[in-house]
Each structure stands twice: as structure tokens, then as C-alpha cells.
């Protein structure tokens, strides 16, 4: 997919595209797995080693115990290597898994490219059980997410 290629920015009701990604044990994760068994919380943000990203992805990690108790599984997508996300989730002590978008193919395909940086932008997108998307929140690049949003949302799902 070309930069120009750049669908338009996911939607409540979409259809969540399929992908496969490396995490950061460069295993294969592939979201259609999880259809029919959980929610998926993809949360997309920019760069590994950056203040902001740091921050929310630790809350993530303290929060991944209730993120569990929906029955969801948390992703962090961003346009890193799986070599950085690797050290990066080792040196933070992060809990849930880090997806490698290296070629930018995903962040496309949700319509969350941000071009400036040739990075994706910092989004929230809840897939449900049945694969469809059922929350999205884009915000502005240096404002952190809030957790307490995304689990209100994933109550609403069970």
C-alpha cells in the first residue's frame, strides 16, 4: 500500500481489516485469531522511547489485570521494529503484547497514518468478538489515552 493508499479513518461499525504483525518475540499475531473468543484493544501510538508513549503504556500494564477481566486483549501498535519494541518493553516491565507495524501497512489500512512523523497516530480502536469495531478514539499526537475510557467501553461489550 502506497502513502497515497491511505484508507479512511476507521469507524465505529467497520469491519476491523485483518492483519498479522510480529510482536516482540517475533512471533506471528494475527487478529482474526482472536474472533469469537475476545475483544482486542488496539492501541495505536506513535514512537517507542517517547515520554508520552512511555507513560501510557505503563498505565496499561498496571490496568492489564482489568483488561483481562473483560475479556480483552491489549496490543500496542506502533511503526517500530520488533528489536525496539523487544528492549522497550523489557526495560518498562510491560505486560501486554507490542505489535511491529514496520511497513506501515496497518496504520493505512485504519486510516491512522500520520505523515508528519511517518509514524501512526495515537488511537484507541476496540475490535469485538465478532470483528467489528466497536469504539475508536484519535487523539491529539502528544496527549496520552486514558484507560478508564477504554474499559468503560469494553464493560459495555460483556
Request: proline share 3%.
Amino acid at each position: 500500500m502506497a502513502a497515497q493508499d491511505v484508507a479512511k479513518e476507521i469507524a465505529v461499525g467497520d469491519t476491523a481489516p485483518d492483519f498479522t504483525l510480529k510482536d516482540q518475540d517475533q512471533k506471528d499475531v494475527t487478529l482474526s485469531s482472536f474472533k469469537g473468543k475476545k475483544n482486542a484493544v488496539l492501541a495505536f501510538y506513535p514512537l517507542d522511547w517517547s515520554p508520552v508513549c512511555e507513560g501510557e503504556n505503563k498505565c496499561m500494564t498496571n490496568d492489564f489485570p482489568q483488561f483481562e477481566g473483560l475479556n480483552a486483549v491489549v496490543f500496542g501498535i506502533s511503526t517500530d521494529s520488533f528489536f525496539s519494541h523487544k528492549a522497550w518493553a523489557t526495560h518498562l516491565g510491560l505486560k501486554h503484547t507490542l505489535l511491529a507495524d514496520f511497513t506501515r501497512d496497518v496504520v493505512k489500512k485504519y486510516g491512522l497514518y500520520f505523515e508528519p512523523l511517518n509514524c501512526g497516530k495515537r488511537a484507541t480502536v476496540i475490535v469485538d468478538k465478532n470483528g467489528k469495531v466497536a469504539y475508536v478514539k484519535v487523539q491529539e499526537i502528544k496527549v496520552a489515552r486514558d484507560d478508564k475510557d477504554i474499559l468503560e467501553a469494553l464493560k459495555k461489550l460483556n
